[in-house]
């Protein structure tokens, strides 16, 4: 029966219909570049900005007219927050590494819990499986400052305050969620049949996992690290709280505070600014494909 | 090769039963076929035999071993998945070499078996490639090569012909056949078409609502089809059935139909009909047996035609006989219409008589 109606006759080819509706939607596309070409202009322009900031001298950063270009540019900025000669770079160093500390532990623990919640919630029935799945979600229904206080006692009864073991599990409590939600819906469109199919081929349960299913989730995977770090990365407000002797600061509050003992050093605040975003610029650009895989595979049945 | 014995073999949902105390041998080299409806528990069945799921009761053993408790790795047996169920990010060739590998193989000895089983099947020239640039007929091959690579001692199919357009099903359940004839393996094949159990299979169970209904070769389920599922279920078009009701004249008897008109029985099929637990009697008829008169003929029983199907060598005719509907064969060169007056006569050698009331096939005392 399929036969009959399986192909069309070729010998109109494709070429007509593409060619008629690429007319009839040419209007809407272009509207939709305008758009695109403002929200690209709304997003870059503040990070040029910081950039162009960071070459120019203190001077300069204050002027009014402002320079749009800086006429004489300097990485001075940079060599002293990378250097660890003196004493701004050195603390500017000890900030970022435990920003990095931080952010790469709670990423490795946060997917070393996701990826096993999220394949038992996908593939096993067990009693309280819909509840547990949705309390998960407690935690994102609500805004992260409520948790702020409960969260501190919690981690001065534990002995935790002003270490960084109190934000790899206060990042955990927030990434956890959005990861097994995630990459429940990647292990959902995996067939179960592959799993099946291995078992029978001569794998064990976690064979079989391990083989097969793994390496057709690494998308998902790699999305939630990505996420995972970025959200411990930026994350301000727990840092700012927990945290209390200097050299334990993670890079978002280091930056304040550091820069608000000097009469503001413009110049300075952006060139560390820039190299704070550095990692996750590479992070994307490096896995974006990957990252644009996951979100689009895990939402659409193949 | 090996036989495959069921013994009482339950699966429950919590209270439904999805397979319901299922019996059945599969002797070392026969293909057998389960076959049924959506949901009849064949599925399950094979995914018990398999171990990939957890029986609740009964035994199955696979030739001289009892495999209750052993994980699907230690069954010793391969399958073949309705969507195939290739490894997407494996090359053709390390799809075939995954369960040598896992079987710990030395690697010249899976090189040599996977290109023996490559030729088996002509996807030598795919070996290279990922399942997802072959077309649907060649993943079916390749998924058989991953079953056949291993030389296990059963091989389960899983509808393994339903994803395939019409015309690649017939070819490739020719070739099947083929294969079975030529490997004398142990097969158990899951379809719901029932023309792929016929023409493939040395032996089908016919199952429904988790119970085996019949088990036997193709020709004797069609011919002497146990209760009414069976019956219409086996068999293109359908075996009509008649729900009619016996009477007695003295020592004749016959059926009687709502409308009032009444077929005399044979003597075999009297005493038949006489068996039925209450008076309520299902005639079936397969529309070869069934003859259409125009014209009113002794020992025929009047209809109304509802619909002319022709299918180029045979036109199929669908006659309303009060509330049921009787199919008849014709010759395409019989010219009838809708709506027109005819008379339909039975062969009483070549009917059915089922209980009204149990559904069972009507047996002679």
């Known amino acids: ?302 | 090769m090996a036989e495959v014995v069921l013994n009482q073999v339950v699966k429950t949902y919590g209270n439904v039963y999805a397979v319901n105390h299922v019996s059945l041998t599969v002797a070392d080299g026969e293909f057998v076929a389960l076959v049924g409806p959506s949901g009849c528990g064949k599925t399950t069945t094979l995914n018990l035999i398999a171990g990939l799921i957890e029986m609740s009761g009964g035994d199955i053993h696979i030739g001289d071993r009892l495999v209750n408790d052993l994980d699907p790795k230690d069954r010793d047996i391969a399958m073949v998945f309705q969507n195939y169920a290739l490894y997407p990010n494996k090359t053709v060739f390390k799809n075939l070499a995954f369960p040598l590998q896992m079987r710990k193989l030395s690697k010249s000895d899976i090189e040599a078996k996977v290109l023996s089983a490559a030729k088996v099947l002509d996807i030598t020239h795919l070996l290279e490639r990922k399942p997802r640039e072959l077309s649907g007929g060649q993943q079916q091959r390749v998924a058989l090569g991953r079953a056949l690579v291993r030389d296990p001692r059963v091989f389960l199919m899983d509808e393994p012909l339903s994803n395939l357009d019409a015309k690649l099903r017939v070819q490739m359940r020719t070739e099947l056949k083929r294969f079975h004839q030529d490997l004398q393996a142990t097969v158990v094949y899951v379809t719901h078409d029932q023309l792929e159990a016929v023409t493939m299979a040395d032996k089908m169970a016919v199952m429904n609502g988790g119970f085996l209904q019949q088990y036997d070769s193709p020709k004797n389920v069609f011919d002497n089809p146990v209760n009414m599922f069976v019956a219409s279920f086996v068999g293109s078009p359908a075996m009509s059935l008649v729900p009619l009701e016996v009477v007695t004249h003295g020592t004749d008897v016959a059926l009687r139909s709502p409308e009032g008109w009444q077929l005399p029985l044979s003597a075999a099929n009297a005493r038949k009909a006489l068996t039925s637990t209450t008076a309520k009697v299902v005639l079936g008829a397969r529309h070869s047996t069934v003859k259409l008169h125009t014209t009113q003929t002794p020992g025929t029983v009047p209809g109304v035609i509802y619909t002319v199907e022709p299918t180029g060598d045979i036109t199929f005719v669908q006659v309303f006989l009060g509330a049921s509907v009787v199919i008849v064969s014709l010759d395409p060169s019989v010219i009838v219409e809708p709506d027109q007056k005819v008379w339909i006569e039975f062969d009483q050698d070549k009917i059915h008589l089922f209980d009204g009331a149990t559904e069972m096939a009507l047996a002679a005392a």
Not at chain 1, 237 to 263: C, H, I, W
Request: zero cysteines; glycine letters at 6%.
């Open chain 1, 1 to 302: 029966m399929s036969t009959q109606t399986a192909t069309p006759p070729p010998r109109f080819g494709p070429a007509i219909p593409r060619k008629r509706s690429k007319k009839r939607i040419g209007g809407w596309r272009w509207a939709g570049r305008g758009i695109l070409a403002f929200l690209l202009l709304f997003t870059a322009l503040p990070m040029a900005w910081m950039i162009i900031t960071s070459l120019k001298s203190q001077l300069a950063a204050l002027q009014y007219p402002p320079q749009w270009w800086p006429e004489e540019v300097t990485f001075q900025n940079y060599i002293q927050l990378l250097s660890p000669n003196n004493e701004v770079g050195q603390e500017f160093l000890q900030y970022f590494w435990n920003s990095f500390y931080v952010s790469i532990l709670s990423t490795i623990l946060g997917v070393a819990v996701a990826v096993p919640a999220a394949y038992a919630f996908s593939r096993f029935r067990f009693p309280g499986r819909q509840f547990l799945f949705f309390s998960v979600l407690l935690r994102n229904m609500f805004p992260a400052v409520v948790f702020l206080m409960p969260l501190f006692l919690l981690m001065k009864w534990l002995g935790l305050v002003n270490t960084h073991g109190s934000l790899i599990l206060t990042y955990l409590t927030f990434g956890l969620p959005l990861s097994i939600w995630l990459l429940k819906g990647f292990y959902d469109n995996i067939p179960v049949q592959l799993e099946q199919a291995a078992r029978i081929d001569g794998a064990t349960r976690f064979q079989a996992f391990f083989y097969i299913v793994m390496p057709l989730s690494s998308p998902g995977i790699i999305a939630t690290g990505i996420y995972a770090f970025i959200m411990a990365w930026n994350e301000y407000v727990y840092a700012l709280t927990f945290m209390n002797s200097k050299d334990k600061l993670t890079l978002p509050v280091g930056l304040q505070r550091f820069f608000a003992e000097y009469a503001t050093n413009w110049p300075g605040l952006m060139a560390a600014s820039f190299i704070m975003s550095v990692p996750v610029v590479v992070l994307f650009l490096v896995l974006q494909k990957y990252f644009v895989r996951a979100l689009t595979e895990g939402a659409v049945k193949s």
